[in-house]
C-alpha cells in the first residue's frame, strides 16, 4: 500500500492550494480517509476527514480551517483532495494524507493505518 502525496508548495496569504493524495496497492473506495498536518515545532494535528456514506460523503474539519478548505474524494482514482483556500501563514505546516481501515473517519491519528510521506506547505505573510 502506497499513499503518494502532491500539491505543495510556497504561496502567498489568502492564496490558494490542492493537494493530492493518490493510493496504490490497495482499494480504499468505502474506506475514510483524512489530511493532517504538523506545523515546525508542534504534534501533528487534524484538518479533515472524509466518509463515504450510502447516501453520499460525510465530511468533517478542524474548527482551524473550516470554511476555507474542502476534502473530497474520487474513488474511481482511489484519490483524495484538500482543496485549500484564504491560506494563512499559520497553515504552513507538512501535510499528510491519511487512511483507515474503517468506513468510519476518525480525528485522531492514531486510529488511521496508511500514511503519505507529506508535502510541504509554506503560506508567506
Known amino acids: 500500500v502506497q499513499l503518494v502525496e502532491s500539491g505543495g508548495g510556497l504561496v502567498q496569504a489568502g492564496g490558494s492550494l490542492r493537494l493530492s493524495c493518490a493510493a496504490s496497492g490497495h482499494t480504499f473506495s468505502r474506506y475514510a480517509s483524512g489530511w493532517f498536518r504538523q506545523a515546525p515545532g508542534k504534534e501533528r494535528e487534524f484538518v479533515a476527514a472524509?466518509?463515504?456514506?450510502?447516501?453520499?460523503?460525510?465530511?468533517y474539519y478542524a474548527d482551524s480551517v473550516k470554511g476555507r478548505f474542502t476534502i473530497s474524494r474520487d474513488n474511481a482514482k482511489n484519490t483524495v483532495y484538500l482543496q485549500m483556500n484564504s491560506l494563512k501563514p499559520e497553515d504552513t505546516a507538512v501535510y499528510y494524507c491519511a487512511w483507515r481501515g474503517s468506513y468510519y473517519y476518525d480525528i485522531r491519528s492514531t486510529e488511521y493505518d496508511y500514511w503519505g510521506q507529506g508535502t510541504l506547505v509554506t503560506v508567506s505573510s
Open positions: 472524509i466518509a463515504i456514506t450510502w447516501s453520499g460523503a460525510d465530511t
